[in-house]
Structures are given as C-alpha cells and as structure tokens.
C-alpha cells in the first residue's frame, strides 16, 4: 500500500521567504507528527496531530513555525519568514493511534529545505 | 525530561560477523523503545520496537534488540553482518503514558566491510 508522501522533495528559498510543505499520511492513520532533522544529528520533534487537533505543539522552535491538518488527512507545515537555521530536513509520519499508542510511526522521505 | 544516547558515531564490522550497536535512554517510567534505519537517499524503516514482555525484540532483516531495565539500554544485534546493512540507525524512546513523540538518539552509522 502507499506510504507516507511529502512534498516538494527539495525546496531552496532565500531567506525571508515564506515556505509550506505538505505531508500525506497511510490511510486510516489518525496520528501524524512533524520531525526536524538538521545535517548529522538526530530527528528533532516539532508538532504531533490527533485527527485534526495538535494537543502537543511543544517542539515548534518559534511563532514562525505553525502547521494544520484537515481532517484525518493532509498536513501542511509553514515555516514563516524563513531564516538560515531552518535549513534541514523535515519529516513527516503517521501511526494508527488509540488504545494502542504504542504503533511505530511510518515515515515520509521528507522535505530538504534549503534557505540561501 | 527523556533522552537518548548513542555513544558511538560510527561503527565499523567485517561481513559475517556479529554487530552491536548501542544505545541509552533516560525516560521517567516504562519505557516504549524503537530502532529505525535510515538508507541514503530514502526515509527511516522501522525495524523493531520493544514495548512489554519478552526483553529480546526480533525486528527486520534479522535484527534484534535486547532491553535491559537495571542498564537502562536497548542494544540492536545482528549474529553476522552483511554489507546491505550499511546504513544510519536510529535508537528512540516515548513514555508509555503521556507524550507520545518520539525521543530520537543522533544515530550511529554502521559500516559493514566486505
């Protein structure tokens, strides 16, 4: 079956610039979380969505930072004002969630966003 | 607070021989734990994950991963290495109540030999 899918799969933005980046999770997964990881480290958490509600938002770095998610569906990630340090990739992934929240998360191949 | 450590950037094994990476993790209460791989060029595979019962987790491809409660660790083992398992590998960790983001260490690269 399909997998998660992010789009674009590269993205250079100069700085300043606004940036959005869309995620598509497995079908019938109702949680969805947002990764960051910068060049040689580890994943960062940014935000984590159950249906449509983000009841954990605690990774977002700053205000530039915010993302939705319609339904059980599509998530978007908008990085406003785009600054240097945002340069990374970012990841998106899905899980079946409820009384077994222990589900792995399946992940995206990501966005590389670069900011000149 | 909960945290990861992956004490080794990088680990280099021969083909055919047993493989050990390492990691660490620091989590009020039980823990759940995962290992994910990472190929170049492609996003990070699930391999296994330990959640309750048995401390020896077989995974994917071969892999396991035993958890030890007393040293707070969660080693991924392979008995003999191939070179297609050359990759980066994740070690990460969630509380079983509450938060459910994943804690990711800063990986390990492994480097099977021919």
């Known amino acids: 079956g399909a997998g998660v899918s992010q789009s674009p799969s590269n993205k250079v933005t100069e700085k300043g610039k606004d940036v959005e980046l869309r995620c598509d999770p497995i079908?019938?997964?109702?949680?969805l979380y947002w990764y960051r990881q910068r060049l040689g480290q580890g994943l960062e958490f940014l935000i984590y969505?159950?249906?449509?509600?983000?009841?954990?938002k605690s990774g977002l770095p700053s205000d530039r930072f915010s993302a939705e998610r319609t339904g059980e569906s599509v998530s978007t990630l908008t990085i406003q004002r785009t600054q240097q340090e945002d340069s990374a990739v970012y990841l998106c992934?899905?899980?079946?969630?409820?009384?077994?929240?222990?589900?792995?998360?399946?992940f995206g191949p990501g966005t590389r966003l670069t900011v000149l | 607070a909960q945290s990861v450590a992956q004490p080794e950037d990088q680990v280099n094994v021969a083909e055919g021989n047993p493989l050990t990476v390492k990691c660490t993790y620091s989590?009020?209460?039980?823990?759940?734990l995962f290992w994910y791989v990472q190929y170049p060029n492609r996003g990070l595979q699930f391999l296994l994950k330990?959640?309750?019962?048995?401390?020896l987790v077989k995974g994917s491809y071969g892999f396991e991963a035993e958890f030890n409660k007393s040293q707070t660790s969660f080693h991924l083992k392979k008995p003999s290495a191939l070179v297609s398992d050359s990759a980066l590998y994740f070690c990460?960790?969630?509380?079983?109540?509450?938060?459910?983001?994943?804690?990711f260490g800063s990986g390990t690269r492994l480097q099977v030999q021919p």
């Open positions: 992934a899905s899980s079946r969630a409820g009384s077994d929240s222990y589900n792995e998360q399946f």
């Open positions: 079908s019938g997964h109702t949680a």
């Open positions: 969505f159950q249906g449509n509600s983000a009841p954990d």
């Open positions: 989590v009020s209460g039980n823990p759940y």
């Open positions: 330990y959640i309750t019962g048995d401390n």
């Open positions: 990460a960790v969630r509380k079983t109540e509450g938060r459910r983001a994943l804690t």
